[in-house]
């Protein structure tokens, strides 16, 4: 198969930094020797002297035909100086300039590891979340790109979204059965999670127009790192421009309350139906009653004109990844270890909604690995990391980053529609 034709990278030995940018690929019938890809930005590239699919016949004056290509290679790490290609240009080669297209990595991928990659040392590594930009897409198996913000001239090799799905469906059927069982009915009770599954999401740059409902803002954290703190004291700031949504519960009224200020207080059946009908994006029991925040809400006070701000449970940001809300993921991150202990000296820690007292060790313990957990099971869908040192610089920083996030252009995925 195509994928499984090995190619070696082309590099000037004498000088380890500088890489020619082109792989070779021996033909085993006719025993010539073929540029197999010529990398973007790199040397060759550069000089536009050679292209994919031209025959390569003398290094320096040596014929390479029926060479090996680690033949090849060793000629030309006995070259000095100035390195001579004589070429049979590739009479049917297609230009590749094409429009770069920017890609959202949802998932992990390291050239080292892969034993389909034609050249692993042409290859680039991406952690979700990366930021790519593909330069190339002629071959449908491997594609050229950059990662973003951009530092290397020279793209690297990166499998193509369909050649990762296989490797992902490969994956999936070495897993136990029993896995593969639970991972199924989570894919179906999840009406977004498409993007789970899909290894690259286009992204483009947009900025909300002015006129616009304001793009909604979730924050996620590990249990206890301040998540609430930092949502009440960013309301408590501007109380005319953030805002929460209502949420709703079963819970009786109590004399000071109002509907729909505290709570929207509704009874059990009304609450099941809305459960029923997908109305909530997150709900939960406490003391025998239910409480839920409902889409609805957050669209109340969106449409008033204010920023929502909501607090959540990472996996329930698939839900509200749509295009309508084009929600902002701010992730709160537990500071060092050594900062986490002072700076909670005093802070009270509240669990099941009613224990409040101080930190212990084993909270600490448990934040860390939980934020760390956090991070790494979900920063694909992370917009911006804010890590909650002190607490008067993180609301300070949260405000600058929703700033940034509604006034300024930030990355979405294209299918969320109008975009610069
Ligand atoms: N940067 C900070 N410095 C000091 N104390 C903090 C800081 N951030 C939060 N706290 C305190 O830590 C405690 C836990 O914070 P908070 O209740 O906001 O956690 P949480 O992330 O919302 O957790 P949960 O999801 O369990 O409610 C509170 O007493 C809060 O005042």
Not at 87 to 103: A, F, L, R, T
Not at 115 to 126: L, T, V, Y
Not at 336 to 352: H, K, M, V, W, Y
């Amino acid at each position: 198969s195509a994928t499984n034709v090995s190619e070696i990278l082309l590099l000037n030995l004498n000088n380890f930094s500088v890489c020619q940018g082109a792989t070779i690929r021996r033909n085993e019938e006719t025993g010539e020797i073929y540029i197999a890809r010529v990398i973007h930005g790199g040397l060759a590239d550069r000089s536009g002297l050679l292209h994919s699919g031209d025959l390569l016949v003398e290094v320096n004056g040596n014929p390479v035909g029926g060479l090996e290509p680690e033949e090849v290679i060793q000629i030309l790490t006995n070259s000095h100086g100035t390195i001579l290609f004589k070429v049979i240009p590739n009479p049917g080669q297609i230009s590749s300039n094409q429009k770069p297209v920017y890609m959202k990595a949802m998932v992990d991928y390291c050239p080292l590891q892969d034993a389909c990659i034609p050249c692993p040392d042409a290859g680039m590594a991406f952690s979700r979340g990366d930021l790519l930009e593909v330069v190339d897409q002629s071959d449908a198996h491997w594609w050229q790109a950059r990662k973003l913000p951009c530092a290397a001239s020279c793209a690297g090799l990166i499998p193509s979204a369909s050649m990762l799905k296989s490797k992902q469906k490969e994956q999936w059927w070495r897993q136990p059965t029993s896995y593969r069982k639970r991972r199924q009915s989570c894919t179906t009770c999840s009406p977004n999670s498409n993007a789970l599954n899909t290894p690259y999401e286009e992204v483009a740059l947009y900025q909300r127009p002015p006129q616009e409902n304001h793009r909604l803002i979730i924050l996620v954290g590990a249990p206890g790192v301040g998540v609430n703190e930092l949502r009440k004291r960013l309301i408590k700031l501007n109380p005319s421009t953030f805002q929460s949504p209502v949420p709703h519960t079963t819970r009786p009224i109590r004399p000071e309350e109002q509907s729909g200020r505290e709570y929207h207080f509704v009874t059990k059946e009304l609450f099941e139906y809305l459960v029923c009908n997908h109305r909530f994006v997150e709900y939960g029991e406490s003391k025998g009653q239910l409480y839920g925040t409902s889409t609805d809400a957050i669209d109340e006070v969106l449409k008033r004109g204010r920023m929502c701000i909501i607090d959540i449970e990472p996996h329930s940001i698939q839900f509200l990844r749509t295009k309508k809300l084009k929600p902002f993921v701010i992730f709160v991150k537990a500071p060092s270890p050594e900062r986490l202990r002072q700076t909670r000296r005093d802070a009270r820690i509240i669990t099941n909604f009613t224990i409040n007292r101080a930190f212990t060790e084993d909270d600490f313990v448990e934040l860390e690995e939980a934020s760390q957990l956090m991070e790494a099971k979900y920063r694909q869908f992370f917009d911006s990391v804010l890590v909650n040192d002190d607490l008067q610089d993180a609301c300070i920083q949260l405000c600058s980053i929703i700033q940034q996030a509604q006034n300024e252009p930030q990355w979405i995925p294209v299918s969320w529609g109008r975009t610069e």
